[in-house]
């Protein structure tokens, strides 16, 4: 089992910036891809940046120069810096953990991010 909690969610005008984080805990050792996600409502969950384990980085093309994915050299905590920030980067931020074999994904809990206009 991983667990995930995210941290650094908030309120923040357009053009700002804005830096979240994932601690995680448990099987770390067994996760291969780490990474955020972001829902709003009435929408699907969708991806904004993925790392794997090997460090390679994926981006949505929404967020592309605008976002960078990170982790600390003990790969228990993943950050998510946004600049530029978008009333459309509006959402519920997700710390999401894939691992390796059958085991099942993780999934934190969520954090606000709101970009007032």
């Known amino acids: 089992q991983v667990r995930l909690v995210e941290s650094g969610g908030g309120l923040v005008q357009a053009g700002g910036s804005l830096r979240l984080s994932c601690r995680a805990s448990g099987f770390i050792g067994k996760i291969d891809t780490i990474g955020w996600y972001r829902q709003t409502a009435g929408k699907q969950r969708e991806l904004v940046a993925t790392m794997t384990n090997g460090g390679d980085t994926n981006y949505a093309d929404s967020v592309k120069g605008r976002a960078a994915i990170s982790r600390d050299n003990a790969k228990t905590t993943v950050f998510l810096q946004m600049n530029s920030l978008k009333p459309e980067d509006t959402a519920v931020y997700y710390c999401?953990?894939?691992?390796?074999?059958?085991?099942?994904?993780?999934w934190g809990q969520g954090t606000q991010v709101t970009v007032s206009s």
């Open positions: 999401h953990a894939k691992l390796i074999a059958s085991m099942p994904d993780a």
